[in-house]
């Protein structure tokens, strides 16, 4: 029996009762419209002043909080759905899924640019006009999307090319494991989730000890930029155990069969929740030129109501 089947096994076996399964899908619904919430509300206001529209480096945030927010409710929707619905139809659940992937792989690499767009503010100030443009900015974002549909799509078609007609058909327990179960992929999501961290965490520190040397020298920003640049690590390594996540519940389910239903909410707000709260904070609270424009934003709505 391979490892998605016996994730599904074990999940029947020791299903939750209706009481603690109502509190966990409470639990990750206010979660993720908490969040939802705020991050709305940074869109809301980064639409409604230009001076963020046209600053590359809140055209990159706002695009990371509009993926989180895709990325959320997608995640939010599969944790009822496996509690309510329980099967979906494979090719319904497939489309959930590649969406899910596709905004989980966003997140790295809108990291990285972000860390590099700050290196390139701090480090080359006289050339950040220049580099970082606003169509520049618009094109990354393009390809941010388009390497991470490179590592997906292959999924789709490895599966199309080696399971039956009837399997899209079928219905089934909506997991990557379930609809993606070639072999083949596990080994090509290895290769390509190496590939991606080895390069982001590469980035991370380049544009770290950069700053660092140069706010030694220089500016209270330079200082700030490196603080910034330590959590977008920091959210990293947590957005990291998503690609360490299949390894990782293995061995749970093996150590710990009872409670595993437990450790997947654990394991769900940790990797999938955790990550997306950073986002409003390093821009919604410590950026001083988005928290004055929040904080107008908000006390003009009071102040109407």
Known sequence: MNSSSTNVTVVIEYRDSFTKAVAKNVIVVVLG??????????????????IFYTNPR????????????IQMTLTVTLF?????????????????????????????????????ECYIAICLPLRHMQICTVRRTLVLIGSIWA???????????????????????????????????????????????TVFLVLVWLI??????????????????????????????????????????????????????QTYTDLLLAYYIIVQVLPRSISPIIYGIRDNTFRRYLKRYLLCKVSTT
């Open 33 to 50: 419209i908490s969040i939802n919430y705020i991050n709305a509300g940074l869109i809301h206001t980064f639409c409604k002043h230009q």
């Open 58 to 69: 809140y055209i990159l945030f706002i695009h990371l909080v509009v993926n989180d927010m």
């Open 80 to 116: 009822v759905i496996s509690y309510t619905i329980y099967k979906l139809s494979v090719s319904i659940c497939c489309t959930f899924i590649l969406m899910t992937l596709l905004t989980t792989e966003n997140t790295p690499l809108n990291l990285a640019c972000m860390a590099v």
């Open 147 to 193: 390497t991470s549909m490179l590592s997906i799509l292959p999924d789709l078609f490895i599966t199309l090319a080696t399971e039956p007609l009837d399997f899209f058909h079928s219905r089934v327990f909506c997991l990557r494991q379930t609809v993606f179960p070639s072999p083949l992929i596990t080994k090509k999501r290895d290769i390509t989730y």
């Open 204 to 257: 991370i520190f380049y544009t770290y000890f950069r700053i660092l040397f140069t706010a030694k020298r220089a500016s209270k920003n330079a200082k700030k930029a490196r603080n910034t640049i330590l959590i977008h690590g920091f959210q990293l390594l947590l957005c990291m155990t998503t690609y360490v996540a299949p390894g990782l519940l293995n061995v749970l389910l093996k150590w710990f069969p």
